[in-house]
């Protein structure tokens, strides 16, 4: 009775901790309608901050929690509101998800940057210094008494907020309908503006008391924030009673694992897993409410012409052999994965795109595929690959039968959980067996990984490597523009639009949805399976959920309807390397431009593939223009292979040639020397408007 009772209290001193970080979520949500991924980070960074003001610099406690709380928690909740949120409050939910995405994973590339995640940093508990005092059997510490102080205070202080002033009930009615409530005389943008302040506030209080009972690791301290998501969702993201209560369930259930979980092989990791499956089962089980939040913004989904599909086939393949003939072997391995990591971002255009079906859990169904083609390609074997592709498409669909229930960011924490439960507990299991086989994943450590072998060729090389996975995503680019050109594409699109318009015509969303996720899966699937020929070895870190941020961040920003995303994603990822490369001081910035780069969607909420498109077209109109650009760049090519120039040089080079060539077309294009034949009611529209064109319009009619 004394265990069970001692591990009560540290259950729910812990249930504390997740009920204020909690409270947080639920109050920011329920007042802007935006789900924070990033308030863990937020506590991060105020624990971080705590540990280097009273640690680091010798600052008292009192005055260090005053500038935490009081000064960087506010600023930061006021910089999140003004310079992230706000821009994106109309567009759809990805788009604002993806800012807190940004948001988390740049908070945890900045920690990293500034305080080295190698060094200890041991944070003593308030009150250290006081014995602990007893409530019967229990041993309490001060520090778990003050937790549980702050946690019903904190209850308190915002039931009251919300209920009984004013402002709780302006941030009430701002998401319900902003432009209602602002002709009653409220300030949503004020509103907004507070309930972010005591979100970020909240958040770091929790990080705060947390810490010292954790490792002060920056993606340790941010992922707590799952135990947080469980408890909001027990709260249905707007009941602040039920949130703590959430909050006690996940805090206990913690901590009674910790002690009576028997010893096995196979269930240590459950009780790392256990708040993500209790959050996947909240979700599964709890009636939910409709989104907060009424403005959306649909973007647009191009159709792709099968000229510029191709054309863009045959420059991934034509990249991929350049690449492999002008880079060294040690080069290959940097930038190898250029083209698989293409393949995995590929799969959100059918999945997010289409399909407007939001996942975070992309780069776990990679995993899947890199680790059922490490152990049934071991010699070799193509049909292996295709083994590979569907094992991966049928743990999709798997996800997809109990998520189906789920949409917006009910469905983002939903493979969120899924994702945590495969990094901590599956992935991490040794070989066991399953209906008479035998399954083997990662073998708690690193899994060798072969190339395949084609018409008794075996591609084990990084430049053999390096153009096979381009093939790759230039096949998988040209099945998904097919996929967006045919009948089943048209159906996602607008199953993605309506789901009750849909049905109403004749779908079955349900099959849709499913065949949606096993179809994105088997892609990035395959896209896994690449990156581990080009690693050689594999191990479960390389595919856990914060790995997987960055590549959602990036599909993003190149613009979810874009079949290009691919190869822009992969791009995206070698350019920090090749800023590393000719700057090495700059490794910790480079590790951010993800994180950056998403936090600047709200400048291009189409994508940046759609914008490049349009800067670059003039080129590709422009016959003379074309053949001069792929004349110099093919010159560069065969000095590089002549060793007459460095790699350094051939990159700098052909850069600057492709930048003449397109300041050069759009200079012929705006004199008309090039510009095709637009009819006069597309003047301003497919062309940029001209000085004479005023004049032409006039004399027209005036003639007619």
């Keep these: 009775m004394e265990q069970f009772l ?37 506590g991060m960074l105020a624990a971080f901050s705590y540990w280097q003001l009273t640690v680091g610099w010798g ?76 409530v019967g059997p229990a041993t309490i510490t001060w520090h778990q008494a003050l937790t549980m102080v702050v946690a019903v205070a904190v209850a308190a202080g ?115 897993a256990a708040p993500a499956l209790l959050l996947f089962l909240a979700l599964l089980l709890f009636p939910h409410r409709r989104l907060r939040g009424r403005e959306r913004r649909l973007a647009r989904v191009p159709v792709p012409t099968m000229r510029g599909t191709a054309v863009l086939a045959a420059a991934i393949v034509m990249a991929g052999v350049v690449l492999a003939t002008v880079l060294g072997e040690a080069d290959l391995v940097t930038y190898g994965p250029l083209f698989s990591l293409g393949v995995v971002a590929l799969s959100f255009v059918p999945l997010t795109g289409y399909a407007g079906q939001i996942s975070l859990c992309q780069l776990s169904m990679a995993g899947i595929g890199a680790v059922a083609w490490a152990h049934l390609g071991a010699h070799g074997e193509v049909w292996a690959l295709g083994a590979a592709v569907a094992i991966a498409a049928l743990a999709g669909a798997l996800i997809a039968l109990p998520a189906l229930r789920l949409s917006g960011v009910y469905l983002a924490l939903g493979t969120a959980a899924f994702a945590v439960v495969l990094d901590r507990w599956i992935f991490t299991l040794p070989s066991f067996d399953l209906l008479g086989m035998r399954i083997a994943l990662f073998e708690q450590g690193s899994v060798e990984v072969a190339g395949p072998s084609l018409f008794g060729w075996r591609l084990d090389g990084g430049a053999e490597l390096m153009v096979f996975a381009a093939i790759c995503l230039a096949l998988a680019s040209l099945g998904v523009a097919a996929l967006r050109r045919g009948r089943f594409g048209r159906r996602l699109i607008a199953l993605r639009d309506s789901e009750a318009a849909y049905a109403t015509l004749g779908g ?32 479960a870190e390389q595919f856990n959920l914060v790995a997987g941020l960055p590549i959602f961040l990036v599909a993003v920003i190149g613009g979810l309807g874009s079949v290009g995303n691919g190869l822009f994603s992969g791009a995206a990822f070698a350019g920090p390397s090749v800023l590393v490369g000719l700057w090495p001081g700059t490794r910790d910035l480079a590790a951010a431009a993800p994180a950056l780069a998403g936090m600047g969607l709200g400048h291009s909420p189409d994508g940046l593939v759609s914008r490049f498109r349009r800067q670059w ?37 052909s850069l600057a040639v492709a930048l003449l060539a397109r300041v050069w077309a759009a200079a012929r294009w705006r004199a008309g020397i090039a510009a095709p034949d637009v009819p006069v009611e597309w003047w301003g529209v497919r062309r940029d408007w001209r000085r004479g064109d005023e004049e032409v319009l006039a004399r027209g009619v005036a003639g007619g």
């Design 617 to 653: 077209d003039p080129v590709g109109r422009d016959r003379l223009v074309l053949a001069a650009l792929l004349a110099g760049l093919a010159v560069a090519w065969a000095l590089r292979l002549g060793d007459v120039i460095e790699g350094w040089v051939f990159f700098c080079g």
């Design 158 to 272: 915002l039931w009251a907020l919300l209920n009984r002033t004013r402002t709780g009930t302006e941030m009430r009615a701002t998401v319900d309908d902003r432009a209602l409530a602002k002709l009653t005389g409220a300030d949503p943008v004020r509103a907004s503006r507070v309930a972010w302040i005591l979100g970020t506030q909240l958040a770091a209080v929790g990080g705060i008391l947390i810490a010292p009972a954790v490792a002060l690791d920056a993606g340790q301290l941010s992922l707590l924030i799952v135990s947080a998501y469980t408890a909001a969702v027990f709260g249905r993201l707007r009941s602040l009673p039920l949130t703590f209560a959430g909050a006690v369930v996940v805090g206990c259930l913690e901590s009674f694992l910790t002690g009576y979980l028997p010893q096995n092989p196979y269930l240590p990791g459950l009780r790392l």
């Design 508 to 539: 079955r969303p349900l099959v849709a949805k499913v065949l949606a996720f096993a179809l994105a899966a088997g892609i990035a699937g395959l896209g896994g399976a690449l990156y581990g020929m080009q690693h050689r070895s594999i191990t």
């Design 6 to 42: 001692t591990f009560g209290i540290v259950g729910l001193s812990t249930a504390a901790v997740y009920a204020i970080i909690g409270s947080g979520l639920v109050l920011t949500y329920t007042t802007t309608g935006v789900f924070n991924f990033a308030h863990g980070a937020a």
């Design 59 to 134: 600052w008292p406690v009192v005055p260090a929690l005053a500038v935490v709380l009081l000064v960087l928690a506010p600023g930061f909740g006021l910089l999140i509101e003004r310079v992230l949120i706000r821009p994106v409050q109309a567009l759809g939910e990805a788009e604002k998800l993806v800012m807190t995405v940004a948001l988390l994973s740049g908070g945890i590339a900045f920690a990293r940057w500034v305080w080295d995640p190698n060094a200890p940093r041991p944070l003593q508990p308030f009150f250290a210094d006081r014995a602990p005092f007893h």
